[in-house]
């Protein structure tokens, strides 16, 4: 089965950056649908982007400009860069993917979830 992991997560300066990564195994990322969430502390998980099959990006509109969200298929991982960071994107990072039928920024849509990666912006 898909097993996912997050990697890359830290602490980092209000207007710095800061890149994850997911790397996945047990079948190619490049046949689902593939998104990044994130948790804030008691509240539900919100969509920060997601890319579908064609490599076709969409992004909150929290994120947008800032947040580049991308798949190396050689290397079978899924990438998020994060650019001039706010205090407001301090979350958990979790990575999520789905067999592709029309991606989305539901998180009961997909099937299969990484643990997360914290991000802290100080």
């Known amino acids: 089965h898909v097993q996912l992991v997050e990697s890359g997560g830290g602490s980092v300066q209000a207007g710095g950056s800061l890149s994850l990564s997911c790397a996945a195994s047990g079948y190619p990322f490049s046949t689902y649908c593939l998104a990044w969430f994130r948790q804030f502390p008691g509240k539900e998980r919100e969509g920060v982007a997601h890319i579908d099959t064609d490599n076709l990006a969409t992004y909150a509109d929290s994120v947008k400009g800032r947040f580049r969200i991308s798949l190396d298929s050689a290397k079978n991982t899924l990438h998020l860069e994060m650019n001039n960071l706010k205090l407001e994107d301090t979350a958990r990072y979790h990575c999520?993917?789905?067999?592709?039928?029309?991606?989305?920024?539901?998180?009961?849509?997909?099937?299969?979830w990484g643990r997360g990666t914290q991000v802290t912006v100080s």
């Open positions: 999520a993917a789905t067999v592709s039928s029309g991606c989305t920024d539901i998180a009961e849509v997909y099937t299969y």
